[in-house]
């Protein structure tokens, strides 16, 4: 069973502070990594992709991937009560049907309180 | 429309009813799939279609039937449903090319099953 890991949450933080996400995942050939937002009620909404070791900036998003430690994290800088959410990682895996496809964690629950 | 419209977004139904879940991408994308998502559970893949060809069923139960008349367009069939399967439906969209495909998510269907 390839598996990703995150930490259900909630995770509070104060506005304007740094927010740390974190996701571990099973397969060790998994080659493509995602971070989704989704608001309360509303569909997941792509916000980050990396695909190499190391780090990938994108505005106040920061997402790191460590492939030995079979570890991606995402950083939110300046955290905005709108970041509020909860944040779902995906990682890519070869399904029993030899075609690749997506693994989904359970989302961590951000707070950003104000 | 832009991006990937999906209806109802909500829909109430008995047990003995017979509805459909229509999807509809507008990205020129040539895969579209099936989520299920369920309070405090991954997203749960049901159906995936590459090039209109179905190419992974995850074991889903019969009373859920897919169809994928063309490249743009996705149904869910529904007959005979149970309490348990009230949950979010998501289709997502992507362009397969040789790595795994960024997916786009289209608002979502709330069933609930009475």
């Known amino acids: 069973q390839k598996e990703v890991e995150q930490n259900s949450g909630p995770l509070s933080v104060p506005e304007g502070a740094i927010a740390s996400l974190n996701c571990t995942y099973s397969?060790?050939?998994?080659?493509?990594f995602f971070w989704y937002r989704q608001y309360s009620g509303k569909s997941p909404e792509l916000i980050m992709s990396?695909?190499?070791?190391g780090d990938k900036e994108d505005g106040r998003f920061t997402a790191q991937l460590n492939k030995a430690s079979q570890y991606v994290s995402l950083l939110i800088r300046d955290s905005q009560p709108s970041d509020s959410a909860t944040y779902l990682c995906?990682?890519?895996?070869?399904?029993?049907?030899?075609?690749?496809?997506?693994?989904f964690g359970t989302g961590t629950r951000l707070t950003i309180i104000p | 429309e832009t991006g990937v419209t999906q209806t109802p977004r909500h829909l109430v139904m008995g047990m003995t009813n017979k509805k459909s879940l229509k999807c509809e991408q507008h990205?020129?994308?040539?895969?579209m799939y099936w989520y299920k998502q369920s309070a405090k559970k991954p997203l749960e893949l049901m159906f995936v279609?590459?090039?209109?060809?179905?190419?992974e069923n995850n074991s889903v139960p019969s009373r859920f039937s897919p169809e994928c008349p063309n490249s743009s367009h996705l149904f869910l069939h529904l007959h005979t449903l149970q309490p348990e399967d009230s949950a979010l439906y998501l289709c997502?969209?992507?362009?397969?090319?040789?790595?795994?495909?960024?997916?786009?998510f289209g608002p979502g269907t709330r069933l609930l099953v009475l």
């Open positions: 995906a990682v890519n895996s070869i399904s029993n049907f030899g075609n690749e496809k997506l693994t």
């Open positions: 990205l020129g994308h040539n895969a």
């Open positions: 997502a969209s992507s362009q397969v090319t040789s790595g795994t495909e960024t997916q786009y």
């Open positions: 990396i695909y190499s070791n």
């Open positions: 279609y590459s090039l209109e060809e179905r190419v």
């Open positions: 397969d060790r050939g998994s080659q493509s």
